[in-house]
């Protein structure tokens, strides 16, 4: 029987740029953080050691050998012991609300069948831009899953993707059960070389400066809700902050 709490996997390579903003961000949601290295030749490995030694939580494999994303993420799931996986990528930031879906995740039951939660995420790419239409929830990978005995991470074209194998319960088949959570509590950052934007950051801290996204593509966001993203220097790496902002007579619920 595995504890309570939840263990998040990252995959990484390359990820030099976002990798310690990431894991930072997510050390107070996560009871353990995985990370498993497959041939990075940046200085993500060198992060990851440093995190490692920092934080308790934090544990890193180094695999060069790994070809495959699912691979990757299949010796992280062996190495992990809690009841809750979290799939994750090292180019995601918790928001400053994360806490609120560590609270849902674990209360919810997995008596009856296994379950999977899967989320909407803000896109950052680039020069801050903002995707204007979001993936449809249906569309979005799953991201945590209640952990059984028979699942394991396997290729999905591709991708990657969680798999259980099915188990026979009182002769029906136990399936999981989805849960769509309409909110999203990180963001996406999506940099790549070359990074073809300049931006006055020093200029702009000092300034509190701050983006607002009026939320005109309500599929995302919930009645016109206002975001702020917040930037700061952190390891040469854009750390973005979220906060979100309610206008008065508004409600963002989560479902």
Partial sequence: MREQGISALFASQNSEKTIVACITSFLEFAD???????????????????LAQKYKKVK???HPEIVHLYENRQIALEHSKFKWIFRADTDYVACDNIMELRERILKTSTKNSPIIFQLKQINLIHDIHHTKYEIPVGGLMPRFY??????????L??????????????????????????KPYWFHCQFKEPMDYKIDLEDNIDNGWEIHIKCDFNQCYERGTYFACYIEMFRDCFYYKYREKKEEGTNCTQE
């Avoid at 353990?32 to 041939?39: A, F, Q």
């Avoid at 993707?161 to 188990?167: A, I």
């Fill in 157 to 182: 074209g591709r991708w990657e993707g969680m798999r259980y194998f099915k188990d026979v319960v009182k002769l029906r088949i136990n399936r999981p059960v989805m849960i769509e959570v309409k």
């Fill in 60 to 62: 890193f494999y180094n």
């Fill in 32 to 50: 353990e953080i995985i990370i498993v290295d497959n041939g990075s030749t940046d200085n993500t490995i060198i992060l990851c050691q440093e």
């Fill in 146 to 155: 209640s952990f059984a005995k028979k699942m394991q991470f396997q290729r």
